[in-house]
């Protein structure tokens, strides 16, 4: 393996040097190897508060370790970066990296706050940077096929929708198991609406072509529990209601208490059928008509925390930076979406429903 890496390497002199800034599970799962399985990048730099992970990754992919994200971002010689480090972080080094003059490429969530997503879109303006998010639900082979389906009015318009995802919980795969910062609030500052819920939230909208309007949500914590016994800090569940601007109605719901197969599914409900995604295994896609005609499409299966195979967003983000195009999941694109997840939030302390953009009930 490792000589196939510097052969790899030798080929890859030319291509945009990208810094990795968090070197755990997502970072290494996806990130890492997907640069390094691309022509046109070469990791040049690492970052991470546990230097020896960083030296580990450094040994086989190469590249240099730097003892700061600061250090990392004061490299000029490194065009890109991946931040893949705690929620709580993501915008202070985004808006750094970007006014260092590099593009961006930022897991999700976007931010922790509304405030921090729009002052990380007002600094890739500001500097003539690219910011990328990583939704890479919008690359999932089935979701973009369910998309041109929809544009073909293959049933109809929309009516009401469900979409669902949900597993064991992070400790079931972050590198740090039960003591993963995803159950600490200073740093994830949402549980399972964070890790999963805005990834439903993204898609919904991408798939449907129109933005949440308003919501009515319940953030619940209901089982998953820190060592002592005590319930951790951010929620476990999310059941969330999406009024979209058409007027079709539907559920989100992302759960970390799914203790059985993971479940990445959405169902549409139309006027002229049925449309279930990544609902049966067997299918990617099955169509059911009002007359009855079935229609299935055996397209791929879903990525799982237990089969990780190519995410695709990391290719996008290359390929766009190579070409000098509009990255296709920009910070500025997904704002919409963020602004939902964060009036749920606010639904969910204030027992109440939201309108996105407004104050108060309508």
Not at 20 to 47: F, K, L, S, W
Not at 270 to 289: N, Q, R
Request: charged share 25%; glycine share 8%; hydrophobic share 40%.
């Amino acid at each position: 393996m490792k000589s196939n890496m510097k052969a790899n390497r030798k080929r890859k002199e030319h291509a945009m040097k990208v810094g990795i800034i968090g070197c755990g599970r997502v970072a290494q799962t996806r990130h890492i190897p997907e640069y390094g399985a691309h022509p046109g990048a070469q990791i040049a730099g690492y970052y991470d508060f546990n230097e020896e992970r960083a030296r580990e990754l450094a040994a086989v992919y190469g590249g240099k370790v730097y003892d700061s994200a600061d250090a990392l971002l004061a490299d000029r010689g490194i065009d890109a970066v991946s931040i893949c480090t705690a929620n709580h972080t993501h915008a202070e080094i985004t808006i750094k990296a970007l006014r260092s003059g590099k593009h961006v490429l930022c897991e999700k969530p976007m931010a922790v706050s509304l405030e921090e997503c729009k002052a990380m879109v007002h600094a890739a303006a500001e500097n003539n940077r690219q910011l990328m998010i990583g939704q890479n639900q919008r690359f999932a082979k089935a979701h973009v096929r369910a998309k041109e389906l929809l544009l073909a009015d293959t049933i109809g318009k929309v009516l009401t929708f469900k979409t669902t995802f949900g597993h064991g919980g992070p400790e079931t795969w972050s590198i740090d198991g039960a003591n993963s910062w995803f159950f600490d609030k200073d740093r994830a500052s949402m549980g399972a609406m964070a890790d999963l819920g805005v990834h439903k939230t993204d898609l919904i909208q991408y798939l449907l072509g129109q933005k949440i309007a308003a919501v009515t949500a319940q953030l619940l914590t209901l089982d998953k529990r820190y060592e002592s016994g005590e319930l951790i800090g951010v929620d476990d569940n999310a059941i969330c209601i999406y009024e979209m601007e058409d007027g079709a109605i539907g559920t989100m719901t992302a759960s970390w208490t799914y203790y059985g197969r993971e479940d990445n599914s959405t169902v549409l409900y139309g006027t002229k059928g049925i449309m279930k995604i990544y609902d049966d295994p067997e299918h990617s896609i099955s169509v059911v008509l009002k007359n009855g005609e079935q229609i299935l499409y055996d397209i791929d299966k879903i990525q799982t925390n237990d089969n990780q195979t190519k995410s695709r967003i990391i290719d996008a983000f290359v390929d766009a930076l190579e070409a000098g195009t509009e990255v296709s999941v920009s910070g500025a694109d997904v704002l919409s979406a963020m602004e939902a997840v964060f009036a749920c939030l606010e639904s969910g302390r204030e027992k109440r429903r939201i309108v996105i953009g407004k104050k108060g009930e309508r």
